[in-house]
Each structure stands twice: as C-alpha cells, then as structure tokens.
Nanobody
Framework: QVQLVESGGGLVQPGGSLRLSCAAS????????MGWYRQAPGKERELVAT???????NYADSVKNRFTITRDNAKNTVYLQMNSLKPEDTAVYYC???????????WGQGTQVTVSS
C-alpha cells in the first residue's frame, strides 16, 4: 500500500519560513519523480516544485528563489523549504510521487500552510 505522509505545515507570518516533509512508503522511492503541489481556496491545484530521481529540479515562477525542493533517498523523504513566505502562498500543500512511464501517480493527504499576520 502506497502512503505519502506530509508534515510541517502551519501558520506563519509574512516573511517567515516553513519546511514541509513528505515520507513515502510502499514505492521504490529512488525511481519516482517527487513533487509538491498546492491548492488555494477556489483555485485549481498547481505545481510548486518537482525533483526527479536524477536531473534538474523544476519550480513554478511564483516560488523561484524562495522555495527549495530536496530529497533524501535513504529516508524515502522529500522536503520543501519555504522562505520569504507571502500571504499568496497560503494553500493546502500536497506531496506527489510520479512514475510516468508506468502510469503511476500518487498523492498525499495534504498539509495546510497559512501565511498571515
């Protein structure tokens, strides 16, 4: 059974930082592209950042130079370091594991991030 369990969300003031974690189980983590997506109220889910098993990371323009995605294959965990947070970053953040060539795509349950003074 595949599980993606996010943690690290919460309430933070504008300009603050948070680090999200996503622990994966039930998949061969090393070969999956891992990603973070977010969905704000009334909006569609959007890509935040992805990190493949090898190769370059990818970021949404809105988070470049503020967010950093990393992965620890030994711990089957992907992280999202979020700095200089803005109110518009408020959303539910979802962890994703994708293996496109196999048609596999998995989601976590989401973690709320609220940026407000």
């Amino acid at each position: 059974q595949v599980q993606l369990v996010e943690s690290g969300g919460g309430l933070v003031q504008p300009g603050g930082s948070l680090r999200l974690s996503c622990a994966a189980s039930g998949i061969n983590f090393n070969i999956y592209t891992m990603g973070w997506y977010r969905q704000a109220p009334g909006k569609e889910r959007e890509l935040v950042a992805t990190i493949p098993n090898s190769g370059s990371t990818n970021y949404a323009d809105s988070v470049k130079n503020r967010f950093t995605i990393t992965r620890d294959n030994a711990k089957n965990t992907v992280y999202l370091q979020m700095n200089s947070l803005k109110p518009e970053d408020t959303a539910v953040y979802y962890c994703n594991a994708a293996r496109t060539v196999w048609g596999r795509n998995y989601w976590g349950q989401g973690t709320q991030v609220t940026v407000s003074s």
